[in-house]
């Protein structure tokens, strides 16, 4: 069966980066796009971007540009989200998605804690 | 970036009908903006139940439906139940750029 597992938690400190993972089973990794979406405690849905693990290609939020590295490592069928500069703002559980099944795939969801 | 909107919150009566709808800042949404509907309940991870307008995933009960209704994406529900209770989110593509609404928060009740 397809499964997304995302890594642990993670706490960070103000300017440091995050990287979280997302790794895929079940499925021809290459086959399908990963989409990343965070989630303020409380708050809404938030689409950050996504990657074709086959390409390499891109597609980053706005708000994200120059913040954001999305990439992936296909011998591992593992994809990864890479957010730098932390802000307390970006405190948020972090999802993976596979975007071609529409989106009825999800990992199980990375909390990310930025705090001084 | 384009701004999506939905009604924060609704309240249907149990076995009633409420729509819900997306609207784009950019204009009147179409089939070209792709619409999904996810549903998330407290605590889990969202879950599609409408994709490119209209269409139904597997688990996807009748109950719900979707389609474009006066410029916006919409989503129905005939026949509310309480397990339908949630946040509801709608998703619209620009060009392979995303945006999610906000959420309309439904109350079953």
């Known amino acids: 069966q397809v499964q997304l597992v995302q890594s642990g938690a993670e706490v960070k400190k103000p300017g440091a980066s995050v990287k979280v993972s997302c790794k895929a089973s079940?499925?021809?990794?290459?086959?399908?796009?990963i989409t990343w979406v965070r989630q303020a405690t409380g708050q809404g849905l938030e689409w950050m971007g996504w990657?074709?693990?086959?390409?390499?290609?891109?597609v980053y939020a706005q708000k994200f540009q120059g913040r954001v590295t999305m990439t992936t490592n296909t011998s591992i069928s593992t994809a990864y989200m890479e957010l730098s500069s932390l802000r307390s703002e970006d405190t948020a559980v972090y999802y993976c998605?596979?975007?071609?099944?529409?989106?009825?795939?999800w990992g199980q969801g990375t909390l990310v804690t930025v705090s001084s | 970036q384009a701004v999506v909107t939905q009604e924060p919150s609704l309240t249907v009566s149990p076995g009633g009908t409420v729509t819900l709808t997306c609207g784009s800042s950019?204009?009147?949404?179409?089939?070209?903006?792709?619409p999904f509907w996810f549903q998330q309940r407290p605590g889990q991870v969202p879950r599609t139940l409408i994709y490119?307008?209209?269409n139904k995933h597997s688990w996807t009960p009748a109950r719900f439906s979707g389609s474009l209704l006066g410029g916006k994406a919409a989503l129905t529900l005939s026949g509310a139940q309480p397990e339908d209770e949630a946040e509801y989110y709608c998703?619209?593509?620009?060009?392979?750029?995303?945006?999610f609404g906000g959420g309309t928060k439904l109350t079953v009740l």
């Open positions: 998605a596979r975007t071609g099944s529409y989106y009825r795939y």
């Open positions: 079940g499925y021809t990794f290459t086959s399908s796009d």
């Open positions: 990657m074709n693990p086959n390409s390499g290609y891109t």
């Open positions: 950019t204009g009147a949404v179409t089939s070209g903006h792709y």
């Open positions: 490119d307008t209209s």
């Open positions: 998703l619209l593509s620009y060009s392979g750029v995303r945006v």
